[in-house]
């Protein structure tokens, strides 16, 4: 391997890593403020406790989420020296807000909240988990936002050899950005809504704290089909907006190799990169992939092999991993929806295979958060920045290949540990349910 792919290789596993933290922080911290507000509301000591556990778990996914965040960042100078020169100047802008406002925010408010028990008013001390909720999907959205500028350059001109900024509002109203952070947040919450609901279930297998966990089951449930529900909708218009910006992205997703009107979506279909075909179609829908991309059952969509072979992505990964990613999609709503069901009308001790069920699913929406960066990111390759600057320009011209193997060899160390101790902190404090917990003062950990 050589000194570009080690680097995007180092990348790839940093970013999925923090990837891994970021969408429970995203959902949990809602789910927790709205937790506490029902506190405050009702004066029911069981929501406190419900406040209390819960959010528990969200400083330690909070914490580890900062760590991997900070060291992701370094590789902007170390491995892609060539992208930070030729687009600092646009780049930096979002992740400099990102970090100044939004993040300075979050880690004020973070310590009111943790440190603040019985130290400030029941109303502030509510206010400041929502403010912390805020900020948390603030600087999601500053850096959703630079992301989406890399997949959509806007207001930019290329002068003396470098991307420069010359419309900052057309950067924070860019259609792409905003459509991702919209896809992205909401698919936060529903990693937030199975996680609750997941350990929700297993305690109540287990017959312990039953009102405690029914009660955070439903609102888990709840949230987590409303969640899952906005993922489909916007998602739908994410997707054409990429068939209008990135058409070689969406002929990838769909695997769609040549141009055509009316073009049909293939429910069963299989690419054969190789020879430029699929190898399987089948129960072809005539004219929906045409009326989902351009609301037009004539219009047409570009094939693959119309775009030269360097600027074409891998078909099969984004393929596989866009498929995946509406399959199960689907399924959460199937499932938030059977959950919300037996939870409204008490019958969900009466299904235990059912709550076994979505213990397994713990996992599941943290998988297709990553299908989703795959999709996004994979499929826009070869460009770093879609149209004005390949991937393989913007590698450091220094690294050597002993200093990338290094440095990734020590990333995937590292990020293996902190993995580790985040789904041994989890488990043990999920598993100890809301009597042995303790968030607060000096004893946030104890036990």
Known sequence: MDV????RLQFAITCMFHFIFVPLTLGLSVLVAMMETRYVLTGNEMYKRMTKFWGKLFLINFALGVVTGITMEFQFGMNWAEYSRYVGDIFGAPLAIEATVAFFMESVFIGVWAFGWEKVGKRFHAVSIWLVALATNLSGLWILLANGWMQHPVGYVLRNGRAEMVDFLALVTNPFGLLKFGHQIVSGYTVAGFFVMGISAYH?????????????FGMAAAFA???SIMVGVIGDFHAADVAKTQPAKFAAMEAVWNSCNNAPMHLIAFPDEKNECNLVTALPVPGLLSFLAFHDTNAQIRGITSFPKDERPPVLPVFLSFRLMVGLGTLFIVLSAAALFLSKNGLLEKYPLF????????????????????VSEVGRQPWIVYGIMKTSDAVSKSLELTQVI?????FTLLYGLLG???IYLLAKFARKGPEETH???TNAFRN
């Open 355 to 374: 709550l076994k069920l979505l213990v397994l699913c713990i996992p599941l929406p943290y998988i297709a958060n990553q299908l989703g960066w795959i």
């Open 420 to 422: 580790f101790v985040d």
């Open 4 to 7: 570009l792919t080690l680097s």
């Open 204 to 216: 109540l297998l287990k017959a312990r704290n039953r009102e405690f966990f029914k009660a955070s």
């Open 406 to 410: 290094g440095s990734l060899l020590g």
């Open 225 to 227: 089909l409303a969640a």
């Open 439 to 441: 968030v607060g003062a």
